[in-house]
């Protein structure tokens, strides 16, 4: 059964007639949706753990990170930084404690919705060296655009945050979306496939490996 992952299916052929529409408006027209107490409560504990571990040093953003597999391997990989795994569920990120224990010592793994620790990051004036969402999930179906990171309000606080920006997903449309969004601010973005056999850093690219799918990423420098 693992290895029988399904290929996405969308009723888009490409990228969607309203992106640019859609994209546009929400570059222009901030985000002002007030915070909830949970964003500003998780903020809190990613500030305090950064000022404890040093502010000064580099970093990291893992955003949706599930059960931590690409945040470990993130951190590991760059011990000089500061690595942030934030995903909205408990019992994923309890699991990531028992899995990978123990944890780098950079590395937080931080109970937060993504939309508001974004928006909360820009405010405090946080700038990143590196910005990850591994999460492939695109919301396939034509109408569920505006549910897609690119396609919602807090788009401009993901072009906020700046540094190095990798999207990875198995459906190429929707990196191709990305890619698209990206231009309207003036950013110039890759898509490759990832090289055949290559150790996967989630869960998702190891499922989709074991089933025979391309998986695909985006990089950006903003």
């Given at each position: 059964?693992?290895?029988?992952?399904?290929?996405?299916?969308?009723?888009?052929?490409?990228?969607?007639?309203?992106?640019?529409?859609?994209?546009?408006?929400?570059?222009?027209?901030p985000?002002?949706?007030?915070?909830?107490?949970?964003?500003?409560?998780?903020?809190?504990?990613?500030?305090?753990?950064?000022?404890?571990?040093?502010?000064?040093?580099?970093?990291m953003?893992?955003?949706?990170?599930?059960?931590?597999?690409?945040?470990?391997?993130?951190?590991?990989?760059?011990?000089?930084?500061?690595?942030?795994?934030?995903?909205?569920?408990?019992?994923?990120?309890?699991?990531?404690?028992?899995?990978?224990?123990?944890?780098?010592?950079?590395?937080?793994?931080?109970?937060?919705?993504?939309?508001?620790?974004?928006?909360?990051?820009?405010?405090?004036?946080?700038?990143?060296?590196?910005?990850?969402?591994?999460?492939?999930?695109?919301?396939?179906?034509?109408?569920?655009?505006k549910?897609?990171?690119?396609?919602?309000?807090?788009?401009?606080a993901?072009?906020?945050?700046?540094g190095?920006?990798?999207?990875?997903?198995?459906?190429?449309?929707?990196?191709?979306?990305?890619?698209?969004?990206?231009?309207?601010?003036?950013?110039?973005?890759?898509?490759?496939?990832?090289?055949?056999?290559q150790?996967?850093?989630?869960?998702?690219?190891?499922?989709?490996?074991?089933?025979?799918?391309?998986?695909?990423?985006?990089?950006?420098?903003?």
């Amino acid at each position: 059964m693992y290895a029988n992952s399904r290929a996405v299916q969308s009723n888009q052929e490409g990228v969607h007639t309203d992106l640019e529409k859609v994209v546009v408006r929400h570059l222009a027209n901030p985000w002002q949706a007030p915070f909830a107490d949970h964003d500003r409560e998780a903020f809190a504990q990613a500030s305090q753990w950064r000022a404890k571990q040093g502010s000064e040093r580099p970093l990291m953003l893992d955003s949706g990170c599930g059960t931590g597999r690409s945040s470990v391997h993130l951190a590991r990989a760059n011990p000089q930084a500061l690595v942030i795994g934030a995903d909205q569920s408990a019992d994923r990120l309890t699991k990531a404690q028992r899995r990978f224990a123990p944890l780098p010592d950079n590395l937080l793994l931080l109970r937060s919705d993504c939309a508001g620790l974004w928006r909360l990051m820009v405010e405090a004036g946080w700038q990143l060296a590196r910005h990850q969402i591994l999460y492939p999930n695109p919301w396939p179906k034509s109408a569920h655009l505006k549910r897609r990171w690119h396609g919602h309000p807090v788009w401009p606080a993901v072009l906020a945050l700046g540094g190095e920006l990798e999207l990875r997903s198995n459906w190429p449309i929707y990196l191709q979306e990305v890619q698209a969004a990206l231009a309207l601010s003036g950013h110039v973005a890759s898509i490759e496939a990832l090289p055949e056999g290559q150790e996967p850093v989630t869960d998702f690219e190891e499922k989709y490996q074991a089933s025979g799918q391309v998986n695909w990423r985006l990089l950006v420098e903003l």
